[in-house]
């Protein structure tokens, strides 16, 4: 980085992780303004905005693969990334190009110069992310953005968008430091990214929740489009080629077989079909036979993933809170009744432990304990103190791709080998497989 310049992707991302010492401050007058300076390119395309607890991950995804199989030329936004930056901003499923990257990267950096200058604040790693994502979509043309949240929604820098339609996927007890200390605060705060005149989806299934979104949504003239009320989900069956679920809403009625896999996964696909079908009712054109294919063929990493490494069968999912841990292990008795599993498991230490442990515990024939490679990693310790009450072969190894490793030695041909507990250790964890099946 010559004279401060940026004229490498290295130094690009370089430059993005050296914001991560601002941390995460709440407000959107940074965003604001930043994007002021940028000329507003939020503003030119549509988009849709998806929150929530756990699942809008894969309720994004799965809207912009039903979007860009329809023709129109689509953005996503998607955080944090499983393998690198440039997958958290996607342009009709593919990455963004590093050139381009540095490209706005420079733009940014000297907009954010004249912020400084002018005596204002200077906008957080997310924020500078949040930027650079709509400049890019601006660049390329879009007809339209996924936008997912990053954390709660009211003050997330994503919430400076007006989409055509708002989803909140579900809520529950996550990020309590900065949401709230009950599911109604934290919906509260969720909520916020519901506008004026703008319809939502929720897959919320919790009444006092649901009490909050929905009087958040008639103060702004907003209609609630709710899933066991306005459309539903029946599960018929779980296989390796994914879920099949009944969808019905007031119109429609159809067998789909959604490529991910799990029953919190027969929700988010619901989320994602009515999302669209409302979207066809305010005009949007939709083939719905073109949509139902697209949801065979949803790809989302690290989500009850199934791959093979040298004979043994590895599972990795991204639970990371109390109730992704439970859908994980529903999943896992469901889908394999009669496998064994051996877990490699490394949760955060801002995270409800004992909860998750409730949900895992039961599951598991051998627990590896390991420390995800994060700041927030804690006392990773408390976790193998936990397991023991549940299973009696744990073993504690800090080093990640070491327990993998151990993993892998203890399972044999028939059992499974589920690596989780948080998005980061995935991500880490799969540096063990580089040269074999993951590259």
């Not at 003239?221 to 899933?227: E, L, N, T």
């Not at 499974?416 to 507990?421: E, F, M």
């Amino acid at each position: 980085m010559k004279d401060n310049k940026i004229d490498e992707y290295d130094e690009a991302i370089a430059y993005l992780e050296s914001l991560e010492t601002f941390g995460w401050q709440p407000g959107l007058q940074r965003i604001e303004k930043l994007l002021s300076i940028l000329g507003s390119p939020q503003n030119d395309y549509q988009s849709i905005h998806v929150g929530g607890t756990n699942g809008k991950g894969s309720v994004t995804v799965t809207l912009a693969k039903i979007l860009k199989d329809q023709g129109y030329k689509v953005g996503q936004f998607i955080s944090p990334d499983m393998f690198d930056f440039r997958e958290r901003i996607q342009f009709n499923g593919n990455w963004t190009e590093k050139a381009s990257l540095v490209k706005q990267i420079r733009k940014i950096k000297e907009a954010i110069s004249q912020m400084v200058a002018a005596g204002d604040e200077h906008p957080t790693n997310f924020e500078v992310s949040t930027a650079l994502a709509f400049l890019y979509f601006s660049e390329k043309n879009i007809d339209i953005a996924v936008v997912e949240v990053g954390l709660g929604g009211a003050i997330d820098s994503t919430n400076v968008i007006t989409p055509l339609i708002s989803v909140i996927t579900n809520v529950t007890m996550d990020h309590k430091e900065y949401l709230g200390n009950t599911e109604e605060e934290i919906a509260k705060v969720k909520a916020g990214i519901i506008k004026n005149g703008v319809p939502v989806v929720t897959g919320s299934l919790d009444s006092d929740v649901l009490k909050v979104i929905e009087e958040k949504a008639k103060s702004c003239g907003s209609k609630v489009y709710r899933i066991g009320y306005e459309f539903s989900a029946l599960p018929k069956s779980f296989s390796k080629r994914g879920s099949y679920f009944i969808f019905q809403n007031k119109d429609w009625e159809k067998r789909i077989l959604f490529s991910l896999v799990g029953h919190h996964q027969v929700r988010n696909g619901a989320l994602a079909l009515e999302t669209i079908w409302c979207l066809k009712e305010n005009g949007l054109i939709i083939d719905e036979e073109k949509m139902r294919g697209s949801m065979e063929h949803v790809l989302w990493p690290g989500r009850l993933e199934l791959i093979e490494y040298k004979g043994k069968r590895i599972l990795l999912d991204a639970a990371h809170n109390v109730d992704g841990a439970k859908h994980l292990g529903l999943a896992l008795k469901s889908i394999y009744p009669f496998r064994k599993f051996v877990f490699v498991l490394g949760i955060l230490g801002d995270k409800q432990r004992q909860e998750m442990m409730q949900y895992l515990g039961p599951v598991a024939d051998a627990i590896v304990v390991t420390k995800p490679n994060s700041p927030r990693a804690g006392d990773y310790e408390i976790i193998a103190t936990l397991a023991k009450e549940y299973v009696s072969d744990v073993i504690l190894e800090p080093n990640i791709e070491e327990a993998v490793a151990i993993g892998l030695s203890k399972a044999n041909e028939n059992d499974i080998v589920c690596i989780t507990g948080s998005i980061y250790m995935i991500k880490e964890a799969r540096h063990y497989f580089k040269g074999g099946l993951l590259k």
